[in-house]
């Protein structure tokens, strides 16, 4: 058997925290900022974690399970 590879795609997206839970970037911050409020703005620049119903996929994803 071949081995199992992660998604690159995912790989490059999330990370795993210490306690299990997975990172994530908040999207809608790349272009056109100009008509987004400062707050707005400052709110997707930090990064969140994932919810928990997408969490089986993500770790599948990233073959954590």
Do not use: C
């Not at 998604?7 to 210490?18: L, M």
């Amino acid at each position: 058997m071949p081995k199992m590879k992660t998604k690159s795609s995912a790989k490059k997206r999330f990370k795993v925290t210490g306690t299990g839970k997975i990172k994530r970037k908040h999207a809608f911050k790349n272009h056109i900022l100009t008509k987004k409020s400062k707050k707005r703005k400052l709110k997707l620049t930090h990064s969140g974690l994932v919810h928990e119903s997408d969490m089986n996929s993500i770790k599948e994803q990233l073959r954590l399970k």
